[in-house]
């Protein structure tokens, strides 16, 4: 199986806290469960609602196929099993952020114009993989 960049468990603790931008888009603000760890996170809340209150759990990984074998950059229409099928909202993106200060770290991608922040110690955060430029997954799950 594929090595995951970052999972962790999250509930949604704010939707849209600077007022709603979009019509179909909303920002959570979510706290992970067993980390000191924060998500800011526009999603698509057409195709996949939240609220508050609810439990997520979030993923980040390099790879949606199950043996780790790198991602071809393009779309794999054969419909083989890949680690997308455990999860209910899958993104495409890069990180094209990532801030040091303290001894907290903060990564930021983009996924289509759908913004990503995940900020938390630089221990929980400082992994293979997750470096600037870097095309990644996002798979979330209630």
């Known amino acids: 199986m594929n090595q995951l960049l970052f999972e962790e468990m999250f509930t949604v603790s704010d939707i849209d806290i600077d007022g709603k931008q979009f019509d179909r888009v909303s920002r959570m603000v979510c706290q992970a469960v067993t980390m000191d760890t924060e998500l800011?996170?526009?999603?698509?809340?057409?195709?996949?609602?939240?609220?508050?209150?609810?439990?997520?759990?979030?993923?980040?990984?390099?790879?949606?196929?199950?043996?780790?074998?790198?991602?071809?950059?393009?779309?794999n229409q054969s419909r083989d099993a890949s680690l997308a099928d455990r999860y209910e909202y899958v993104m495409n993106g890069i990180i094209y952020n990532i801030e040091e200060k303290d001894n907290a770290l903060s990564v930021y991608a983009s996924f289509g114009g759908l913004l990503m922040r995940l900020k938390g110690s630089k221990s929980s955060l400082v992994k293979d993989g997750i470096e600037l430029d870097k095309s990644i997954y996002l798979l979330i799950r209630k």
Request: hydrophobic share 35%; proline share 6%; net charge negative.
């Open 40 to 75: 800011v996170l526009d999603v698509n809340t057409q195709l996949y609602p939240l609220e508050v209150n609810d439990r997520i759990t979030f993923c980040l990984a390099d790879t949606l196929d199950y043996d780790g074998a790198p991602d071809s950059g393009e779309y």
